[in-house]
């Protein structure tokens, strides 16, 4: 405590030591002006008032021994300075004595006490929002278990201006007519019952190149609890000339008549639902059959019942499928019972990357002739990268029944009397990849070798009083047919798809020098394009290589005749004028070339037809 005041003291005299000096600086300039008798001023008067007396207190001694040297040494310095200006030093009072200032007075701070630290402008006041509580009445729940979601209610349907009913015409160059028509009995879950109509018809510029299809039909679908039931019946009619013959070379006799072929078909199934359930047992039924006719006499008809049963246990499928195929075939020169009995057993495994098939194919040949085979029928797919690229290989073996209606719907220029025999699948391998390189990116590669026995052939006839006509031979004994298959799908977006498929193969035949009337490769490429919601583009192209026919002889020694290769460019265009309104343009051949599918047949060349659909 003593040592504070000590300081303080010593604070205090140096205070009163700075404005002693201050006092002495500010008057010695004062008192050296009066020497130069400037012009006289009326001089101010300060007159100071004495201090008043302030109330003893009693202090330390040292504090007032520090008190009584400050005092003199003011004194002291005050009495000099009166002298230096001119003044009585004796003047009564000490330091309270009259003063005379002649200049103003300018105070000059020390350095030492000026203040450089700048305010802070700066509101740091933090902002309290208002606060109110409103207090909820509510009662405590225990809500930890987890409740069940409460299905949301699905909005109403809105049962748009539907349609069940089509119709398309139209007309154009080389005699052109055109129609179609769909009836349906609308929406209805359980039960669909429908009917259709077509017709087309063409006039070339060739003699008697014309030729129309016609086409009729009905059909129905019947939805149980536990099965369902579909039936249809249709009617084929397809008609054309013989116009084929070599215009350098024409017959001294032409005779183009006319060759018609008629079906009538029917179908009817029965299958049971599916249902996703563990270990379900599945089956279903198929019965359907046909009568065929030409404008000759031959006629076809044939009855096929077929039908698979099917039980799933776990991942293992283990069920049998089988067929009863009867068919009777007649012409001029013959007339053959021609029936096939078929069952495959088999097992399926299934996994999240494989999927396996093992069974064999019993086929039992009877009627005319009669035969037994025993064919493999196995099938495998291996995921080789998730979701995206799939293994797949497959061995198989049947016969195929030679049938009129399949022989007419390939060559629709067939005779007379066209023989009759079976040939056999005896071993079919296929292997290859397929899956998705990216999306929109779909592909499938295979290759393959068949062995056939007895394979048939189409050749050109000339034996029928100067036109051609063909007829089916077979090779007898085992042909080899090795190739691959390659097909593309990309879609680009959603308003555009772009497809091809591209066919190569190699034939080795048992008694033959070529595969007759069998190109070598055929590519066939497409595209759909959505221009928009009211325009559709569509286009084909087909490339086919060169086929050779056995003309005019079937004879080794003989060089065959070349059917040239050809590109078949072909569009079309809809637009939709309204929702009930459609508007539709087709162009076929538009590189306007002679194709030949077949011998001295040469194709429509470029037509073009449209019209309009209407939909009610």
């Given amino acids: ?48 008032k004495p201090a008043p007396k302030k109330p003893v207190k009693t202090a330390p001694v040292q504090q007032k021994a520090n008190a009584q040297n400050l005092g003199d040494a003011a004194a002291s310095t005050a009495a000099d300075t009166i002298k230096k ?46 606060l109110s509580y409103t207090p909820i009445d509510k009662r405590l729940e225990d809500n930890t278990n987890v409740r069940p979601l409460i299905a949301m209610n699905r909005p109403a349907e809105v049962d748009t201006d539907r349609t069940n009913n089509y119709i398309k015409l139209g007309l154009g160059n080389l005699k052109t007519t055109y129609g179609e028509a769909y009836f349906n ?54 008609s054309n000339y013989f116009y084929g013959y070599d215009q350098k070379n024409p017959p001294p006799v032409l005779q183009l008549n006319k060759q018609h072929f008629s079906t009538i078909g029917a179908e009817g199934e029965l299958v049971k639902n599916y249902k996703d359930v563990d ?54 020169l013959y007339s053959l019972n021609n029936s096939l009995v078929r069952a495959n057993p088999y097992l399926k495994f299934q996994g999240e990357t494989y999927k396996i098939d093992a069974g064999v194919n019993l086929v039992d040949q009877f009627g005319t002739t009669s035969s037994f085979h025993i064919f493999p029928a196995a099938k495998l797919e291996l995921q080789v990268i998730p979701k995206y690229v799939r293994l797949f290989a497959e061995v198989k073996g049947d016969v195929n029944r030679s049938s009129l209606l399949d022989f007419s719907q390939v060559n629709p220029f067939l005779g007379q009397n066209i023989p009759i025999k079976n040939s056999i699948d005896q071993l079919d391998i296929t292997a290859g990849l397929k899956g998705t390189l990216t999306a929109g990116v779909s592909f499938k590669v295979a290759i393959f070798r068949n062995m056939v026995k007895d ?162």
């Avoid at 009259?98 to 020390?110: C, F």
């Avoid at 290589?545 to 569009?571: C, E, K, M, Q, R």
Wanted: glycine content about 8%; proline content about 4%; some cysteine.
């Fill in 455 to 616: 394979m048939p052939l189409f050749v050109s006839d000339f034996n029928f009083n100067g036109y051609n006509k063909f007829t089916v031979i077979y090779d007898d004994g085992q042909s080899r047919i090795n190739g691959i298959n390659a097909e593309l799908d990309i879609k680009a977006s959603e308003s555009v798809d772009i497809y091809g498929r591209a066919e190569v193969k190699q034939y080795q035949m048992a008694t033959f020098t070529q595969a007759w009337n069998l190109p070598k490769y055929k590519l066939t490429a497409g595209t759909v394009i959505h221009i928009s919601d009211l325009i559709d583009v569509t286009g084909t192209l087909l490339f086919r290589g060169p086929a050779y026919d056995p003309h005019p002889a079937v004879d080794a020694s003989i060089s065959p005749t070349t059917i040239n290769a050809f590109a078949d460019l072909s569009g079309a265009i809809e637009y939709k004028a309204s929702k009930k309104i459609s508007i539709f343009v087709h162009v076929n051949n538009i590189l306007n070339t002679n194709n030949q599918t077949w011998l001295y047949y040469p194709d429509y060349g470029f037509n073009i037809f449209g019209g309009a659909g209407f939909a009610f």
């Fill in 85 to 130: 200006g001119g003044q009585p030093a004796d003047l009564p009072g000490g330091l309270s004595q009259e003063i005379v200032v002649t200049t103003a007075y300018k105070p000059v701070l020390a350095e030492a006490v000026k203040i450089r630290i700048n305010p802070d402008l700066e509101d740091k006041t933090p902002f309290k929002a208002p």
């Fill in 1 to 48: 405590m003593k040592r504070m005041n000590t300081r303080q003291a010593m604070k205090l005299r140096y205070i009163y030591t700075l404005l002693t000096l201050l006092l002495a600086l500010c008057f010695v300039p004062a008192v050296a002006q009066t020497g130069h008798k400037p012009k006289k001023h009326a001089a101010k008067v300060i007159r100071k």
């Fill in 185 to 238: 009995n609308g929406k209805d879950q359980a039960l669909q019952v429908g009917g259709y109509l077509k017709h087309f018809m063409q006039s070339g510029n060739l003699t008697k190149q014309n030729s129309s299809k016609e086409e009729a039909g009905v059909f129905g679908k019947s939805v149980g609890a536990e099965n369902s039931l579909s039936g249809r019946i249709d009617y084929n009619y397809n």
């Fill in 279 to 332: 270990n379900d047992f599945t089956y279903a039924l198929k019965l359907k059959g046909y009568v065929f006719n030409n404008a000759y006499q031959a006629k076809e008809n044939n009855l096929v019942l077929s039908g698979f049963l099917n039980q799933t246990i776990g991942q293992f499928y283990a069920g049998v499928s089988g067929s009863l195929d009867f068919a009777t075939q007649k012409d001029s």
